[in-house]
């Protein structure tokens, strides 16, 4: 039976204080899917940091100067909304080296999981959102530029929309950006990608799996030959920082949706987890595993 290939590191556990954003998340993902088996150790991959090099296929070289040395400004760090410290850098550094990893192993063996990644807020030249660097613009660009893939599909689900993504990519062939998000929600300014869904607030399952199940067909047109999918869990109905209506069910219906329709199109899928705050963080940790769930049973199933 095919398994499911994934990356994860303890260094993404990183302490920021008292804040929405549990990083213990990762940590506590990775023990109980490898607990109940729906992840072997056998198919563990650990991550590598990227170099510079890498980084300015996304990000700006004043930017990289500035997180490599630590150099924020306070109103950087305020953008950011995290206390930058180096070990918040160098979680950063090597989640987009895990993505990156994500990116190849998919296009390997047809489906990847990393158990971090998804931070879409970050633009070229600066951090915000909780998001210092952008592992999935990162992995994307690298990708295309040493020739793995000639086109990707950014798949994004988290409840906010990518802007940092977007803005990356504006006028970028090579990139489709398609991102289904709540209108009313984080950020404020929210750049053009090449497909933007925004939802009203309180949208239910049946409604938005009929608009993703629409779209999705859009996406995948591009002929790309990876979809990077953000599996946030943010759009459930009790996130902290959100406000759509999605059960656990329905989450996991999107997931099967997005799978199943890149396995109709024999197109490899590398998947990274985004957001997720429910009020109770065990909450959010299932809703994950759920993600990863319906991955390794999509996996399993590739002819």
Request: aromatic share 8%; hydrophobic share 45%.
């Amino acid at each position: 039976m095919r398994t499911l290939p994934w990356i994860w590191s303890p260094a993404y556990e990183v302490d920021i204080g008292l804040h929405v954003y549990p990083t213990t998340k990762y940590r506590r993902i990775r023990d109980l899917l490898v607990a109940e088996g729906s992840l072997r150790e056998a198919d563990f991959r650990a991550p590598a940091p990227v170099s510079r090099e890498v980084l300015a296929v996304a990000h700006d070289a004043a930017w990289i100067d500035r997180v490599l040395t630590g150099g924020l400004t306070p109103s950087q760090e305020r953008l950011l909304e995290l206390p930058f410290t180096p070990q918040l850098r160098d979680a950063f550094v090597l989640c987009c080296g895990g993505t990156l990893e994500a990116g190849r192993l998919a296009l390997e063996h047809g489906t990847s999981v990393h158990l971090g990644g998804g931070f879409h807020h970050a633009f070229r030249g600066h951090g915000e959102g909780f998001c210092l660097l952008n592992d999935v613009a990162v992995a994307a660009a690298a990708l295309c530029a040493e020739g793995s893939a000639s086109r990707v599909a950014i798949v994004d689900l988290d409840v906010h929309h990518g802007n940092g993504t977007a803005s990356i990519f504006q006028g970028d062939p090579d990139v489709f950006t398609f991102s289904m998000h709540q209108a009313w929600n984080y950020p404020a300014r929210k750049p053009a990608g090449d497909l933007d869904i925004p939802l009203p607030d309180g949208t239910p399952d049946a409604a938005y799996l009929d608009l993703l199940e629409t779209h999705l067909p859009t996406v995948l047109a591009h002929d790309p030959d990876l979809v990077l999918y953000l599996a946030g869990v943010d759009p459930f109905e009790d996130d902290q920082l959100g406000g759509l209506s999605l059960t656990p069910e329905g989450l996991r219906a999107r997931d099967r949706l997005v799978f199943e329709a890149a396995g109709r199109a024999r197109i490899p899928v590398a998947i990274v987890l985004a957001g997720g705050y429910a009020r109770r963080e065990e909450v959010t940790v299932d809703l994950h595993c759920n993600t990863i769930r319906e991955a390794a049973a999509a996996h399993a199933a590739l002819p």
